[in-house]
């Protein structure tokens, strides 16, 4: 096994920063000394097979992204990132683990869904990789396959209130799959959004000729995310079951969480960069010379951009700082302008949802710190620890500390990154375009290692597909 010493960084967790050296051993962290200390000999520097010097930088452990999506199917398409594509750009982005979504439809099964889903990324990650369920049809058959999903390492589940016909679950069956989850020990992760509702105001919209892509966030109103987020609470108040809210954009739906937690409630809130960051009006209502008003379907997803001069896009930086919602994923589901967003040119209802993220969640949150936004623990929480205890890696994965994997980042503080699509910008991820185009970041991921191997450095990709290792999660460990 080999040894590698991260010699005179600051190094960041969830707790606090410490100027400390940081000894791997194999795959995994074998201490966190003080500069210089000759604890484990008098030159330890010269001991160690390599050494990386981050004087000056910060040293953090591997960005976790919770929620993505490689090769979904969506919209008569698949999400263009592959495990392979995908993976490789998280590691340029310094996430060393991402946690997808096996996806079960209505009328197939669920053990089915889960398989498809290890052909499809076994062999084929750079970082290591984990799974959700998507259950997206409750029957017998369904809830039974529920009780396996623990000892498959799989603790956490994902319902959808949007897409009738698709992934849609009524309220008899969240009801039904939250008392199986309170049964077995899975968290329930929720797509909160009144579907039945919105294709109705959707098709209002389109009937009147207004098929434009802006018009994906007005059908996709506020009141709709707010009222499914209030159902979902209360449903998951009746069973006692622990509820993880996905991609939070409006501002009302997060005062339903912060309420829900200020009652003592096990309810937990996620929001994504582009709804800290992008909006209704500059993105989804853009115009180009290439696509016309169709620009905008490059940041359609949902639940949609909001609007920031209704103050949603603060409102979910404060509910970053006060805890009300407690971690940022990116819901990273990539299309292509050409022949995918453009299914829906004539009919913002056809286009693919999604945007590609992945690979800047970690430098733009970090723009949050230089902005004042966040501290720089609390960065480090956002980005790798709660999303390691919230789905039960923590320990292992999310910490700079003795016995954790070796997943750590060197990031320059004083480095600069351009994000977009052009020559000297950063895009790794297997799209046309960039949702991200022209954004600048005060900081760089200088150095990605996970578990001990060393994936980005020196502005060239090092790693191997194949070398991400399938986590097995424990239950969440961020219960009240």
Not at 127 to 133: I, L, P
Not at 287 to 300: I, T
């Amino acid at each position: 096994m080999s040894t590698l010493l991260i010699k005179g960084g600051t190094v960041v967790n969830a707790t606090g920063t410490v100027t400390a050296d940081v000894l791997v051993d194999g795959e995994t962290i074998a201490a966190v000394l003080e500069p210089g200390s000759t604890l484990l000999g008098s030159d330890l520097a010269s001991s160690v097979d390599t050494v990386i010097d981050a004087t000056g930088k910060l040293v953090i452990p591997g960005g976790i992204d919770a929620h993505t999506h490689m090769q979904l199917p969506f919209g008569g398409t698949f999400a263009s990132d592959t495990f392979e594509t995908g993976t490789v750009a998280a590691a340029w982005g310094g996430t060393t683990s991402i946690i997808d979504f096996a996806v079960q439809k209505y009328g197939e099964r669920v053990e089915d869904g889960l398989a498809h889903w290890h052909e499809l990324a076994g062999g084929n990650c750079a970082v290591d990789y984990g799974f959700h369920q998507i259950i997206g049809g409750v029957d017998d058959e369904s809830l039974k396959a529920m009780e396996n999903l623990v000892d498959e390492g799989i603790t956490s589940y994902k319902m959808f209130m949007a897409y009738p016909g698709v992934f849609y679950s009524d309220d008899a069956q969240i009801l039904r799959a939250m008392q199986k989850a309170r049964e077995m020990g899975l968290l329930t992760m929720m797509h909160a959004e009144n579907g039945p509702a919105i294709d109705v105001l959707a098709a209002q919209l389109a009937e009147s000729g207004k098929t434009a892509p802006y018009f994906h966030g007005i059908a996709r109103a506020w009141q709709m995310e707010e009222e499914a987020t209030h159902r979902a609470i209360m449903l998951a108040d009746l069973t006692d079951a622990p509820l993880y809210i996905v991609h939070m954009s409006a501002k009302q739906a997060v005062q339903q969480v912060a309420w829900a937690r200020d009652n003592g409630k096990n309810v937990f809130g996620e929001t994504c960069p582009q709804y800290l960051y992008l909006s209704l009006e500059k993105q989804l209502g853009a115009k180009s010379d290439e696509w016309g008003d169709f620009e905008g379907a490059k940041w359609v997803c949902s639940t949609p951009l909001r609007s920031e001069e209704e103050g949603h896009l603060e409102a979910m930086w404060q509910g970053l700082r006060t805890n009300d919602l407690q971690m940022v994923s990116t819901d990273h589901c990539p299309f292509c302008m050409k022949d995918q967003k453009e299914l829906g040119k004539d009919d913002f209802r056809a286009i693919p949802n999604g945007i590609g993220s992945i690979e800047h969640r970690v430098d733009l949150l970090y723009q949050g710190v230089v902005d004042g936004r966040i501290s720089l623990p609390r960065w480090v929480e956002l980005i790798s620890t709660t999303p390691a205890r919230m789905f039960g890696l923590y320990g292992k994965k999310g910490v700079i500390q003795p016995g954790a994997d070796a997943d750590i980042v060197v990031y320059d503080p004083n480095g600069h990154t351009s994000i977009g699509y052009g020559e000297g910008k950063k895009h790794h991820m297997n799209m046309d375009h960039s949702a991200w185009e022209g954004f600048e970041i005060d900081g760089h991921v200088d150095v990605t290692i996970s578990r001990g191997t060393v994936l980005v450095e020196n502005g060239e990709f090092k790693g191997t597909v194949g070398h991400g290792q399938f986590l097995k999660r424990d239950l969440t460990q961020y219960l009240t």
